[in-house]
């Protein structure tokens, strides 16, 4: 089999995927009409044409733009449902959604409004093809930490719906210690913890979601590479990075994809992943990105294997399940 066909058929996770990120620009134009919402679009393709980004914040300006559109429970359930399709075709067979609660409250759009409809399409999809999916809770890093602890309160009711809580938006000068806080509240609540860091922000963030937030995933983590105790650390204890190679590409944080560093983390030892982070604003959604990395690094099938291993033993999934899936892979990957 060759590689491009295994891609296709080995079961996979993914860990990185904000749900928000995954507006198709067609949802988009079609809600900003349905709810009257004045974009700075005329077409689809106008859209398209202006996802073009210097650096994370620039994307972000845009990412909470295209959120705008997004105000009522079926407008909730279509963009989940869309992304779950999105799963069945690549064969992403679990996979542990980031949603980011406060670009929709600070709106008064409310927990009842999304839950509600995230569940539904999530409940349809596990009815019908029996898809696996766990949601993480994001808190914004631009805004205070105290605005997270009230997304904590809100969040009460619909705890049994989050398996972990997240940390995303602009990582320059917002460092993850200003959330210790928040992070210890929901750590007491059970919830898992992960964090973007050293995406755009230094070694030091990732040192920081670390010791301070005690996370047990990195999102991206590519800059790690410039601390080797750090390296050390993230290997021996085999904390796993969520690497997102066509977001890296596009948000500038290497120049071309020829030289992004993934296959080398993970020759080194590193519980690597491989993650579409935004598909509808990137290019691509999880197999587009091995795809990627095939084209451009020459991933061989040996590479994919381990990639798509970890995606499974990064996971919150229950250890024997992780096992099932491990094996299935590697029967998968000698037939
Ligand atoms: O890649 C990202 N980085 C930080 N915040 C984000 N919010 C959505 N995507 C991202
Ligand atoms: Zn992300």
């Given at each position: 089999?060759?590689?491009?066909?295994?891609?296709?058929?080995?079961?996979?996770?993914e860990?990185?995927?904000?749900i928000e990120g995954?507006?198709?620009?067609?949802?988009?134009?079609?809600?900003a009409?349905?709810?009257?919402?004045a974009?700075p679009?005329?077409?689809v393709e106008?859209?398209?044409a202006?996802?073009?980004?210097?650096?994370?914040?620039?994307?972000l300006?845009?990412y909470y733009?295209?959120a705008?559109v997004?105000?009522?429970?079926d407008?909730f359930?279509q963009?989940?449902?869309?992304?779950l399709?999105?799963?069945?075709?690549?064969n992403v067979?679990?996979?542990?959604i980031?949603?980011?609660?406060?670009?929709?409250?600070?709106?008064?759009?409310?927990?009842?409004?999304?839950?509600?409809g995230f569940?539904r399409?999530?409940?349809?999809?596990?009815?019908?093809?029996?898809?696996?999916?766990?949601l993480?809770?994001?808190?914004?890093?631009h805004l205070s930490?105290e605005s997270?602890?009230e997304?904590?309160q809100?969040?009460q009711p619909?705890?049994?719906?989050?398996a972990a809580v997240g940390?995303?938006?602009?990582?320059?000068?917002n460092?993850?210690e200003?959330?210790?806080h928040v992070?210890a509240?929901?750590?007491?609540?059970r919830?898992q913890?992960v964090a973007?860091?050293?995406?755009e922000g230094?070694?030091?963030?990732?040192w920081?979601a670390?010791?301070?937030?005690?996370?047990a995933r990195i999102?991206?983590?590519?800059?790690?590479?410039?601390d080797?105790?750090?390296?050390?650390?993230?290997?021996?204890?085999?904390i796993?990075?969520t690497?997102c190679?066509?977001s890296n590409i596009k948000l500038c944080?290497?120049?071309e994809?020829s030289?992004?560093?993934i296959?080398?983390?993970l020759e080194?030892?590193?519980?690597?992943t491989?993650n579409?982070?935004?598909p509808?604003?990137?290019?691509?959604?999880?197999n587009?990105?091995?795809?990627?990395l095939?084209?451009?690094l020459?991933m061989?099938e040996?590479q994919?294997?381990?990639?798509?291993?970890n995606?499974?033993l990064?996971?919150?999934?229950p250890?024997?399940?992780?096992?099932?899936w491990?094996d299935?892979?590697?029967?998968?990957?000698g037939a």
């Amino acid at each position: 089999m060759s590689v491009l066909e295994l891609i296709q058929k080995l079961p996979k996770t993914e860990l990185h995927l904000h749900i928000e990120g995954s507006l198709e620009p067609e949802l988009m134009m079609q809600l900003a009409q349905k709810h009257g919402v004045a974009l700075p679009y005329n077409s689809v393709e106008e859209v398209a044409a202006a996802y073009n980004f210097d650096n994370l914040q620039s994307f972000l300006d845009l990412y909470y733009l295209g959120a705008s559109v997004l105000r009522d429970e079926d407008d909730f359930y279509q963009l989940m449902w869309r992304y779950l399709l999105r799963c069945k075709a690549d064969n992403v067979v679990h996979t542990e959604i980031m949603f980011d609660p406060q670009t929709h409250t600070e709106r008064g759009i409310g927990f009842d409004v999304f839950m509600a409809g995230f569940q539904r399409a999530i409940d349809d999809a596990k009815a019908q093809w029996g898809q696996s999916v766990l949601l993480i809770m994001s808190y914004l890093r631009h805004l205070s930490e105290e605005s997270a602890l009230e997304t904590l309160q809100q969040a009460q009711p619909y705890l049994h719906q989050i398996a972990a809580v997240g940390l995303d938006s602009s990582e320059m000068g917002n460092p993850p210690e200003k959330f210790i806080h928040v992070f210890a509240a929901s750590k007491a609540m059970r919830l898992q913890r992960v964090a973007h860091a050293g995406e755009e922000g230094p070694a030091d963030y990732i040192w920081g979601a670390i010791k301070h937030l005690d996370v047990a995933r990195i999102d991206h983590g590519v800059r790690c590479v410039e601390d080797e105790g750090l390296v050390r650390y993230l290997t021996d204890r085999q904390i796993p990075l969520t690497v997102c190679p066509l977001s890296n590409i596009k948000l500038c944080v290497f120049d071309e994809m020829s030289q992004h560093n993934i296959l080398q983390l993970l020759e080194k030892g590193l519980r690597v992943t491989v993650n579409a982070d935004d598909p509808s604003y990137f290019g691509g959604y999880l197999n587009d990105n091995y795809r990627a990395l095939h084209e451009h690094l020459g991933m061989n099938e040996q590479q994919l294997v381990a990639l798509v291993k970890n995606s499974f033993l990064g996971s919150f999934l229950p250890e024997e399940e992780i096992q099932r899936w491990v094996d299935k892979v590697d029967q998968i990957a000698g037939a």
